[in-house]
């Protein structure tokens, strides 16, 4: 259940990539729902997503809080 959450996660965020408020409102979704090594491989994720997404480079820094 807990891997279906984190592929369900990175397809809403590739859905909601257009919009950086909302992708950021995903995002902080996320952080609260996924396990803690959830977090780590979507933190790995997202640099890869948003390394040609320079407007998406604002949320990252929820994710380095």
């Known amino acids: 259940m807990a891997r279906a959450m984190f592929e369900y996660t990175k397809t809403v965020l590739k859905k909601v990539s257009f919009n950086a408020d909302l992708f950021c409102k995903e995002l902080e979704k996320a952080l609260k729902r996924l ?3 959830e977090v780590d491989e979507l ?10 997404k320079p407007e998406l480079y604002v949320c990252m820094a929820i994710v380095n809080k």
Not at 43 to 52: E, P
Request: no cysteine; charged share 10%; proline share 8%.
């Open 43 to 52: 933190i790995i994720w997202l640099k890869q997503f948003t390394a040609n």
């Open 35 to 37: 396990l803690p090594y």
